[in-house]
């Protein structure tokens, strides 16, 4: 070692048969199905979030057949929101009217229950516990571990107590390090380490890349003769153009309480424009509003939503580690569901490793020839085909529907971050409305997230080089980071010094994690990596 290098910082090291990364349904469900079949097996969760839900953002509707089949009981003592789906409505909407839409079959949620996704995950937490499984929110994994032939061994925690300037603060403790003989990878969309793994092994060297969303989501309280419970209504079209995939859902729940949620694909082209803002507009809509004015939002976030299917899928196993859930891409669009696949999967994961003495080897194919894989299969082609417009878009998944998926083709799907316009070279189709719902701006939103970083941490949106932001990307996109983050994130503030009179500005303290910068950032210089275990946003039932 050089004799000027900083001595190796000493670490404490906990040994587990399987570490887990991420206590959502994916990973907390593969942790309750291991411990049934091996209760042996010594199985740890780690979870970002400062409690286990606090970052889970999720419509949700959920098929309950696979919880039927990891918890047997599940309904005799069902999470604290938890509404049986009653009826279903789907819109299509203009500026200032709507035209009622025959229900897509995928769509029909007679047997189905709505649900807050954070909170059906912190009544999976103890339920997990109680099965053995060690579950540590608050912790964030940094990095991954590997051995000298590069197999992965376990999971590094973030240090904690490094001041903004790189300095130890007094309150700095390493993070420890957690070896295990296997690691499941369990991030949702976008996962930090599943990134740096999928890159590492070339994981996507034989798929489409991976597609995403942004998903905008608030929990209103209403007068409560509004509201039906287990009501479910779906929207397309306004605030949207028809070059935009964009749509909207609305959940009604018990006590007066309505979820709702506005998704726009990143794939749109229009470097203006504003997934926040079509939020809002929709809010508007002369369908909305009467729902909604005079209510009050009790909580409010935002989250990535993998949308790639199964052209997208990448290789989900890797030495010593395998990938789960919204981490390997198995949401059904269609459907707008993917709790019950993420749930699968990590059943199908946990019973795989017990029948191979946790062996990864064998798990890619074993998720490949399921039934998970097979009900992507039939609905592959629906999302790529509204690349060619809303219209296009919708007769395609009508034949899509009607053939069962066996079109002989399959399209292909391409980075989000390549799609946008460069400025001046296309006509954007805005047609928006005054609007006067709060929240009106990103910050209320953010201040509804309940998000708390502090703010003399290293800044955990790394910008590899802030230069382009201030020369290049001003003159060929107008900064987009400073409209597609939902949290207002990246601002362009004066600066005299600069060629174009402005630089980056990050308030990393608003960030509420939706990983939307690191995918939809034309040139990919910003990396989003952990920041001090439990930051972020605390979501209240959402």
């Given amino acids: 070692m050089n004799e000027n290098s900083p001595p190796e910082i000493e670490r404490d090291v906990m040994e587990y048969d399987v570490v887990v990364v991420g206590a959502g349904p994916a990973g907390l469900s593969f942790a309750i199905r291991l411990k049934q079949l091996s209760p042996e097996t010594s199985v740890c969760v780690i979870e970002k979030g400062a409690t286990v839900g606090a970052h889970i953002l999720s419509g949700a509707v959920i098929e309950p057949q696979p919880l039927d089949a990891l918890l047997p ?5 069902p999470p604290p929101i938890c509404v049986p789906a009653k009826e279903d409505e789907f819109w299509m909407l203009s500026k200032t009217g709507q035209r009622k839409l025959p229900l897509p079959p995928g769509m029909h949620n007679t047997g189905n229950f709505i649900v807050s996704l954070g909170a059906l995950c912190a009544w999976l937490a103890p339920q997990a516990e109680a099965l053995g499984v060690e579950v540590f929110p608050g912790f964030a994994a940094a990095e991954t571990l590997h051995d000298d032939s590069g197999k992965v061994i376990g999971v590094r925690i973030g240090d904690m107590g ?9 309150s700095y403790t390493p993070g420890i390090d957690i070896h295990a003989k296997v690691t499941v990878l369990a991030e949702g969309a976008r996962g930090s380490l599943t990134k740096q793994l999928v890159k590492r092994f070339g994981l996507d060297a034989d798929s489409d890349p991976q597609s995403y969303s942004i998903g905008i989501k608030e929990l209103w309280q209403v007068p409560e003769d509004r509201v039906t419970p287990g009501k479910i209504v779906h929207t397309l079209g306004w605030p949207a153009d028809n070059h935009t995939y964009g749509g909207s859902f609305i959940y009604h729940l018990e006590g007066g309480r309505v979820a709702i949620g506005y998704v726009s694909g990143l794939d749109y082209h229009d470097p203006e424009y504003k997934p926040w803002e079509a939020f809002q507009q929709w809010k508007a809509h002369p369908l909305i509003a009467p729902l909604l004015e005079g ?6 976030g935002a989250r990535a939503i993998v949308t790639g299917g199964w052209q997208s899928l990448p290789k989900v196993e890797m030495p010593g580690a395998l990938l789960i859930g919204d981490g390997a891409g198995l949401l059904n669009v269609p459907k707008v569901k993917g709790t019950h696949q993420a749930i699968k999967s990590g059943m199908m994961a946990a019973e795989h490793l017990v029948a191979s ?16 894989m097979a009900e992507l299969r039939k609905v592959r082609n629906i999302k790529p085909g509204f690349k060619k417009g809303l219209w296009i878009g919708m007769a395609n998944a009508a034949w899509e529907t009607v053939t069962g998926g066996l079109s002989p083709w399959t399209l292909k799907q391409s980075a989000d971050y390549k799609s946008l316009d460069r400025l001046g070279t296309a006509e954007p189709e805005r047609d928006y409305v005054q609007r006067t719902l709060a929240p009106r701006d990103r910050l209320q939103g953010v201040f509804y997230a309940s998000t708390s970083h502090d703010e003399d941490q290293p800044i955990h949106l790394k910008v590899m080089d802030t230069d382009v932001c201030a020369t290049t990307c001003v003159e060929e996109y107008d900064n987009p980071c400073t409209r597609f983050c939902p949290a207002a994130v990246y601002e362009m503030v004066e600066d005299a010094s600069k060629l174009h009179g ?33 930051s972020g946003p605390n979501y209240q039932n959402l």
């Fill in 73 to 77: 009981g599940w309904r005799d003592n």
């Fill in 502 to 534: 402005k630089r980056l500005q990050i308030n990393s303290a608003n960030c509420v994690h939706c990983k939307t910068c690191d995918i939809k950032d034309p040139y990919q210089i910003i990396n989003w990596v952990t920041p001090e275990g439990g």
């Fill in 162 to 170: 490094i001041a903004k300037d790189g300095e130890h603060k007094p």
């Fill in 295 to 300: 209510g009050s939002i009790v909580s409010a």
């Fill in 357 to 372: 003495q946790l062996a990864p080897e064998g798990f890619d194919a074993k998720l490949r020839g399921s039934d998970v």
